[in-house]
């Protein structure tokens, strides 16, 4: 997903950039171990996550140092092998790596819902090692970018890749959390007919009083003419799944990994890959079907466009700085554990981008303050609020 001018501008400005288009899994994860190598054998003081990669290295890393058994493990995955394959290297270059580098870090702000996932998990098994601020479910993060950043970005993903004509499309989007939200309605409103799945029977009802189909990708396969996964799990569009599509079928993820979809089994299949350009690749099966998968499975809309539009991504990048400043301001009493920003903090990122679109926005009295129980300046909803 790299943008190789954006990388070659951050490196003139004397930034050590580790990243390019078109890496393999080996780069990246070598990537990723040098972002984190730093003069002196230290590392970061605070880390920026998406995706918890750099997290999750860094956590898989020092576990290894303190038990080099944790590497014996089966890999689940490819890019399970990889990343234990790097810190299989990494040990024997540097077998105190990743001890220095938790020595000089103070905490960790995560963007993405896999990243916090997995910030979770590590919690419930008491492997967190620093201070992380769940990002992701800012109100302003995830009900903006998720949503509206996505029904921009992947329309522009999917067009710049194929030029295809959506109206008319029968599109399949997996998933109907606030990505699946977006992606539902921006399909919509290019004039294709959306079916949506989903597990949650909450999330189904929305769609289906959204006015959007609601069925199993199984039942989906005779018509879907598009697949989106948008979910952050695993297997949603597997083998079988693309052996049964339509021909000429468009396969692409916006949801995180490329396990989305069964790319490993699919590379693995007697289907044969053509590229048709980069980003864009054909596999025909030997009954003559073929689909178009986007991106390698990975996302779509940073592989084969640019990104959510930069309006959007101020309001999250806007919650990622406030989380730094907070996590800096509390190294000297850190206090292990994912939390959230406060709720003041996450209206006044909303508050700060009002002006450029022209929004002015009504003031309280005094009496109507304490007529619902806020302050004037606010915040206005409790924690539990849903917007």
Not at 68 to 95: F, H, M, N
Not at 150 to 165: F, H, N, P, Q, W
Not at 218 to 224: I, K, Q, R, V, Y
């Amino acid at each position: 997903s790299t943008q190789d001018h954006a990388a070659a501008a951050i490196a003139k400005a004397g930034v050590p950039v580790f990243a390019w288009k078109g890496e393999t899994l080996e780069e990246y994860w070598w990537c990723t171990a040098m972002a984190l190598s730093f003069e002196g054998g230290k590392g970061p003081n605070l880390i920026v996550d998406d995706g918890g990669d750099a997290t999750l290295l860094i956590h898989q890393g020092f576990a290894a140092e303190n038990d080099a058994t944790t590497l014996d493990r089966e890999a689940g995955s490819y890019e399970e092998s990889v990343i234990i394959a790097t810190l299989r290297k990494l040990l024997e270059e540097d077998p105190q790596k990743w001890h220095r580098t938790v020595e000089e870090w103070k905490g960790v702000s995560e963007e993405t819902t896999t990243g916090v996932h997995r910030l979770y998990q590590m919690q419930e098994r008491g492997e967190l090692l620093v201070p992380a601020i769940n990002v992701n479910d800012s109100v302003t993060k995830s009900k903006f970018d998720n949503l509206y950043g996505c029904r921009e970005s992947l329309a522009d993903g999917i067009k710049r890749a194929t030029d295809v004509m959506i109206a008319g499309k029968v599109v399949v989007v997996c998933g109907y959390g606030d990505v699946g939200k977006g992606c539902a309605r921006s399909m919509r409103s290019y004039g294709a007919r959306v079916i949506v799945t989903e597990i949650d029977p909450i999330c189904a009802l929305q769609a289906a009083m959204e006015g959007f189909e609601v069925m199993r990708v199984e039942d989906a396969l005779p018509e879907g003419n598009i697949y989106v996964t948008t979910t952050g799990n695993c297997d949603i569009i597997t083998l079988e799944h693309m052996q049964g599509m339509r021909d000429q079928a468009i396969v692409c993820n916006i949801g995180h990994f490329d396990n989305e979809i069964q790319m490993a089994r699919l590379e693995a299949s007697d289907a044969v890959k053509s590229t048709i350009k980069p980003q864009v690749d054909k596999y025909t099966f030997p009954d003559g079907h073929s689909i178009f998968v986007l991106a390698e499975g990975r996302l779509v809309n940073l592989g084969c466009a640019t990104g959510h539009p930069s309006f959007v991504m101020s309001n999250s990048f806007t919650n990622q700085t406030l989380a730094q400043m907070k996590l800096w301001e509390d190294r000297e009493n850190p206090v292990v554990g994912v939390t959230r920003l406060p709720k003041e903090l996450d209206e006044e990122v909303a508050r700060l981008h009002l002006e450029n679109i022209g929004v002015r926005l009504t003031t309280l009295t005094q009496k109507q303050a304490d007529y619902i129980g806020v302050k004037v300046e606010g915040p206005f909803k409790a924690d539990h609020y849903r917007y």
